[in-house]
């Protein structure tokens, strides 16, 4: 039923009523705007998106009861981790952790955020998308996690029930690597190998942005924040480390272009920043006794506390969000723990990007830009590392060359 006819028809139902004509005309005046309001918001709801944005990212459990499944999935993934007869070392190694890795979550409030700021981002990236770019609104974001729900295919699955006509691929991480932005790319391409790209969907890739300048301005409006908890006299002695996730040296030597690209982003901050401290780019979350790229940020804290530093601030360099390595790694065990150990008398932790309204224009331009050019996916991705063996990889380029188009 149209505004029109509701307006009608409340009408002859209030004259039969013998309502007056002054509360009637209120009545009709409220009742059809709300009506309208409800209508715009049908309208609104069944349009059909036209584009589609899939973040894609790692994920985390949003309770204790998923956290096995969790490190289930990662333990089992090849492209993530190589591990000798993974099949059986990778379950084995997963039921092992999960008791600890629990505690973890558990003293983090009891589940990873990293959905709720994703949800959160998404709803307001798309918000300013459908204002700025109307030619390709409506905007609808999918979340697509590699090792927790939602995950990856449950995502591809919705946007074909939806129709979307133009999806693009817009990776959560800013920094390319093929353990973490690689190993979603190959999920994805295994899916669509098997169930076929939805007909007349087009398919683009935001692979990377460790440059773009309002990511390097979030993290500095957020590095400004916490260095205005110093006293001023002492502000200008705090050490700035940008402490990002390592990989194992093996990766880096075959060529994974993540430390280069964490550099990139570091070296745009200070600029920004003016190089108003002294910095270090630092590596956390080490795991197993293979050889990962260093310094760590524990060891890089010791020795500057052995230097004679004693104020700090950490930031979480390589995420977006809120998860275990802010949360319990930095938080806790590195500013509550080993700065009590170390005797530091000051440090702090930057806050991830998350909600920050820069962060979100940034996200809005990126995906904006992108739109608006002509390039579906970059020579960047096409090209593999010059010593990878994964024949995923190789497959998987080859397919999305093929298929990523405007
Ligand atoms: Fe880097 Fe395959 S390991 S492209």
């Not at 307001?124 to 998308?129: A, E």
């Amino acid at each position: 039923m149209n505004v029109q006819k509701f307006q009608q028809l409340t009408v002859s139902i209030l004259n039969k009523q013998n309502i007056k004509p002054l509360t009637l005309k209120n009545i009709i005046r409220n009742a059809s705007t709300a009506v309208k309001q409800k209508l715009e918001e049908e309208v609104k709801n069944n349009k059909k998106p036209k584009t589609g944005i899939l973040m894609m990212n790692m994920g985390g459990p949003t309770n204790t009861d998923q956290v096995g499944e969790y490190l289930l999935r990662i333990m089992t993934d090849r492209d993530m981790i190589q591990l000798p007869i993974q099949s059986k070392l990778g379950p084995w190694i997963a039921q092992r952790r999960t008791p600890d890795v629990k505690k973890k979550y558990e003293e983090i409030g009891g589940g990873s955020p990293i959905l709720k700021w994703t949800n959160l981002q998404g709803e307001l990236m798309c918000k300013q998308l459908d204002k700025i770019s109307p030619q390709t609104a409506p905007h609808k974001y999918y979340v697509a996690f590699r090792y927790a729900d939602p995950l990856t295919d449950v995502a591809l699955q919705k946007i074909a029930e939806d129709g979307v006509k133009h999806t693009v691929i817009f990776s959560q991480y800013p920094q390319y690597s093929c353990a973490t932005s690689g190993s979603s790319f190959n999920a994805i391409y295994n899916y669509y190998k098997t169930k076929g790209l939805p007909e007349n969907m087009k398919l683009s890739i935001i692979d990377r942005w460790p440059t773009h300048p309002l990511l390097a301005k979030t993290f500095a409006e957020r590095i400004k924040e916490e260095l205005k908890h110093f006293p001023e006299q002492i502000r200008s002695q705090v050490t700035i480390l940008f402490s990002a996730h390592s990989i194992p040296l093996k990766a880096l030597n075959r060529g994974d272009p993540y430390p280069s690209e964490v550099a990139a982003t570091v070296h745009l901050v200070m600029q920004e920043l003016k190089y108003c401290n002294p910095y270090h780019l630092v590596w956390q979350s080490k795991v197993g006794p293979l050889p990962w790229l260093g310094p760590f940020t524990d060891d890089a804290l010791k020795g500057y506390v052995k230097q004679g530093k004693k104020y700090f601030i950490l930031v979480p360099i390589a995420f977006v969000n809120e998860h275990i390595e802010t949360l319990h790694e930095m938080d806790i065990e590195y500013c509550e723990d080993l700065a009590k150990e170390l005797g530091i008398e000051k440090i702090r932790r930057a806050a991830a990007p998350n909600d920050h309204p820069i962060f979100i224009d940034a996200l809005t331009d990126i995906v904006s830009n992108h739109l608006r050019s002509n390039e579906p996916i970059t020579p960047k991705f096409m090209t593999r590392c010059p010593h990878c063996v994964n024949k995923n990889c190789e497959l998987s380029k080859q397919w999305y060359s093929q298929h990523c188009k405007f």
